[in-house]
């Protein structure tokens, strides 16, 4: 029979101790950052969103939880029996005293080992320069032929079609089939690019549907991959759903997250486009065509006036005018002659009045000339008594004889 301690031991509570362990797991830096492999069980999805789990292997199993955020984002259809890469951390559930792990990430066994051969393969071919922004080239906006890339018989073919025929049904198409998926897949698909190639369209799409990592890895092969970076056509690639990433995308001209949106970015220009700027040209055509009436009137008008001005005919009336108003001044000007002519004229006729003879006899004096000869008297030993004269007066003249002289 077991002897008591003489030293009193520590006594835990569950709690306390279950809080302990609990501590002791989540502070423990590699169990919150670990993948754990193995096989869904006992899947539950309740009405709260939250998905619960159990991982098992051939020798334990692991209860699981993920919360309805991380649940969200799951492009992965869970069932019991699938084989899962889960990621997450280590943690206690206290009311039932069990460990657990809460994944906030699950993808199919295998992918892991897939996902780094893809970083590695994307590393290596982004040190060539086979991704550099630098190489790509624009996506001609109306595209008169367009190449495909994908497979006859699948969904995106069909969604890529349609597109096309809505966006654009002028645009001639030519498909390059190709298997998308398998061992086979990587050479067709080159093989589809060469022939398409050849061909020179305007624009290569490169597309498939969604599917796991595996089903995409056709388009992580390094031989499709620098196939799509040598393309000397434009190409836009299309594969999988938007938050699919293949190594292609990084080595296409351009990347589309779906099929439908690579048509969609082939056929950046659409038949509403055309249409609206067909009219919208037209607008521009009418008004530049009115405009250029205007100005040509305007230009014209302008010849015309100057035509006008420089015409014979406008130098003949101005002449003519001219002519009138240089008649007008020269008689202005010869009466104006002729009234200072009449006025001196008028002036020296006053003062060869005043002058004249006449005007002095007009006064009361007469002018005496002998009767024999007419010689003037104008003083008195001119004449003899009885001499013959003649007396001129204002209005006539007389004779009379000198009886004597004093």
């Known amino acids: 029979m077991a002897q008591p301690s003489l030293f009193t031991s520590v006594i835990w509570s569950v709690s306390r101790l279950t809080q302990h362990i609990r501590s002791l797991l989540e502070t423990d830096v590699t169990l919150q950052d670990v993948w754990v492999q193995g096989e869904i069980s006992n899947l539950a999805r309740p009405a709260s969103g939250h998905v619960y789990f159990t991982l098992k292997d051939a020798a334990a199993s692991l209860r699981c939880v993920m919360w309805r955020t991380d649940a969200r984002r799951l492009n992965l259809p869970l069932q019991d029996g699938m084989a899962v890469e889960a990621h997450g951390k280590i943690g206690v559930y206290e009311p039932q005293g069990q460990y657990q792990f809460y994944a906030d990430l699950l993808r199919p066994a295998g992918e892991g080992a897939l996902y780094q051969e893809f970083l590695r393969l994307k590393s290596r071919l982004e040190a ?3 991704f550099d922004t ?18 006859a018989s699948g969904a995106a073919l069909r969604d890529m079609l349609n597109t096309l025929r809505r966006r654009l049904p002028l645009v001639k198409v030519i498909l390059a089939p190709s298997p998308v998926q398998g061992e086979e897949a990587p050479p067709a698909l080159v093989s589809a690019l060469e022939a ?26 390094e031989r499709v ?15 999988g759903h938007e938050t699919d990433f293949t190594l292609t995308d990084f080595a296409a001209d351009l990347r589309a997250p ?15 486009d055309l249409t609206s700027r067909l009219g919208e040209t037209k607008n521009r055509l009418a008004a530049s065509t009115l405009n250029l009436l205007a100005a040509r009137k305007s230009r014209l008008a302008s010849l015309a006036a100057r035509l006008r001005f420089s015409s014979p005919q406008r130098r003949i009336q101005t002449d003519r005018q001219r002519l009138d108003d240089l008649a007008r001044r020269g008689f202005s000007a010869l009466n104006h002659c002729l009234s200072l002519k009449e006025t001196r004229l008028q002036g020296l006729e006053r ?34 008594a009885n001499d013959d004269i003649v007396v001129r007066v204002m209005d006539g003249q ?7 002289k004093t």
């Open 134 to 151: 630098a190489r790509k080239r624009p996506i001609p906006p109306l595209p008169r032929t367009i190449g495909i890339v994908t497979s």
């Open 258 to 272: 779906t099929p439908t949106a690579a048509a969609e970015l082939a056929c950046a220009v659409t038949v509403a």
């Open 196 to 221: 398409l190639e050849r061909l020179s369209p305007d624009v290569i799409l490169l597309a498939r549907g969604g599917g796991s990592i595996e089903d995409l890895w056709a388009f992580n092969d």
């Open 128 to 130: 060539e320069g086979l």
């Open 225 to 239: 991959v620098r196939a799509v970076a040598a393309c000397r056509v434009p190409l836009i690639s299309g594969v």
């Open 351 to 384: 003062r060869l009045q005043a002058l004249s003879p006449l005007a002095v006899l007009g006064r009361g004096y007469a002018v005496v000339t002998k009767a024999q000869d007419g010689a003037l008297v104008s003083h008195v030993g001119q004449v003899q």
């Open 398 to 404: 007389f004779g009379a004889m000198v009886r004597s």
